[in-house]
């Protein structure tokens, strides 16, 4: 077998074999449970075998053909990287729509969960922000959209002793939030809830909810594109820095 240059011997094995390793990753197996499990010919199950085998991933043993403890290994580590790539390409959309001169964390999609709205689910990601708020002690918003939608809810927590709120949003985000919620005046003077107005615009939504989770929110020309969420302590400190770099250059509503 030609080794990859560059890389462990077992390399090729693994991104060529990965189906079979997964099915050898339940426990050990048989050629003939293989082709059931893979829907294959024999002699494709016959040498994916032999290309494993001689790469040290898998052993033929007892109960029948089984993960060796670097198969085992490999592989993991081998559906964790996929999984990562997965995950990127379901934020492909959501990456568009931050500025490229913008840093992210890689951990906030290689450890985040993804939520774009869908076409029978176009409220998505605002469900999931709407689920997180709810049980949150402390929320921190960065916005340039006011989303009136929730200020009422967040009012109702804060008044209930739930929950404090800082709201950091654009002048005109809060403007319309003025305009368009009756509550608006008896929310500001809410002990517990600050509204602030930023000047800049504003190329993201950070949402912080405690201190150990994140989401940003993407918009395309006003339009929300998706979020993500991560509770991965480098995202959320990004998030921190973010949210207080910008609330330090706004004032109170």
Known sequence: ???PQGGPPFLDALRKRAPMLEALADGPTTQRALRDDLGVARSTVYKGLRELEAAGLVVDGDGGYRLTRMGRLAWRRHDAYLTRLRRLAAAERLLETVPADVHLP????????????????????????????????????????????????????????????????????????????????AVRSTTGVELRRIE?????????????????????????????????????RWGERVFERHRARSEPA
């Open 1 to 3: 077998m030609t080794e």
């Open 106 to 185: 890689l951990s906030l999609f290689e450890h985040g969960h993804v939520h774009v709205p869908g076409r029978h689910a176009p409220e998505r990601p605002l469900e999931r922000l709407d689920a997180l708020a709810e049980t949150a002690d402390r929320l921190r918003c960065l916005s340039p959209s006011g989303m009136p939608r929730y200020l009422s809810d967040i009012h109702e927590r804060v008044q209930a002793g739930r929950q404090t709120a800082t709201l950091v949003l654009e002048r005109p985000a809060l403007e319309r939030l003025a305009a368009d919620c009756d509550d608006y005046d």
């Open 200 to 236: 800049a615009e504003l190329p993201f939504a950070v949402v912080l909810f405690d201190d150990d989770r994140l989401g940003l929110f993407g918009y395309d020309d006003g339009t929300l594109a998706g979020a993500v969420f991560a509770d991965d302590e480098t995202a959320v």
